[in-house]
């Protein structure tokens, strides 16, 4: 959650009574460590619906490509870790941590299964909006038109206080395009 937080340049204080909406969660902790600390968070990822056994193998396996590649590469990315097994065992944690909120949680709407730019809550309104390494990170999969319709799904889903997207930066270093 610390991580989030810096990420966004968010406060507890920002979030405390809010509303928040989550997407491109995937395996972060954030929405149960908030959910915990008493902050209102649905989180929503295309991956949501699977089972909490199916998602944690599906972590456990992702993680390994990702460490692997980090460990080839000598760069420990956006973690910021004194080395890449510490980043390592601090991302397992919290994978762990979200399928057992996962598994408790799922079925009373704390998560959502879709993907932008498709929200369903065009119902609901959010007071922050997040939405973390998803825009922006992968050109090759995701073009201009994507990203305006994203954003104007996102942006919709806002009720005017704070919303962040990060990062602005493609995964091989380049500034995006987009
Ligand atoms: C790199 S992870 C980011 C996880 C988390 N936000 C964080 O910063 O630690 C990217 C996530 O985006 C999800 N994703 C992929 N396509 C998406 C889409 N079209 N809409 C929303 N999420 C998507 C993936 O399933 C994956 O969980």
């Given at each position: 959650m610390?991580e989030?937080?810096?990420f966004?340049?968010l406060?507890m204080?920002?979030?405390r009574d809010?509303?928040?909406?989550?997407?491109?969660?995937?395996?972060?902790?954030?929405?149960a460590e908030a959910c915990?600390?008493g902050?209102?968070v649905?989180?929503?990822?295309p991956l949501?619906?699977k089972?909490a056994?199916?998602l944690?193998a599906?972590v456990?396996?992702?993680y390994?490509?990702?460490?692997d590649?980090m460990?080839?590469?000598?760069?420990?990315?956006?973690?910021?870790?004194k080395s890449i097994?510490e980043?390592?065992?601090n991302?397992r944690?919290?994978?762990?941590r979200?399928?057992?909120?996962y598994?408790?949680?799922?079925?009373?709407?704390?998560?959502f299964g879709?993907g932008?730019p498709?929200?369903?809550?065009?119902?609901?309104?959010?007071?922050?909006?997040l939405?973390?390494h998803l825009?922006?990170l992968?050109?090759?999969?995701?073009d201009y038109?994507f990203h305006?319709?994203?954003?104007?799904?996102l942006i919709?889903?806002?009720r005017?206080?704070?919303y962040g997207?990060?990062?602005c930066?493609?995964?091989m270093?380049?500034?995006s395009?987009?």
């Open positions: 610390s989030y937080l810096q966004f340049n406060s204080g920002d979030l809010r509303s928040v909406l989550d997407v491109a969660v995937g395996p972060s902790s954030f929405t915990r600390a902050i209102d649905v989180a929503v990822d949501y619906g089972s056994e199916a944690a599906h456990k396996l992702d390994g490509h990702m460490f590649r460990r080839a590469t000598e760069n420990s990315g956006r973690f910021r870790f097994d980043a390592e065992r991302r944690a919290a994978a762990r979200f399928v057992t909120d598994e408790s949680h799922y079925a009373q709407g704390r998560y879709a932008l498709q929200l369903p809550f065009l119902d609901r309104n959010f007071d922050v909006v939405c973390a825009l922006y992968y050109p090759a999969n995701h038109s305006f319709e994203a954003c104007r799904k919709c889903g806002w005017g206080k704070k997207f990060t990062p930066v493609v995964l270093g380049d500034r395009r987009n």
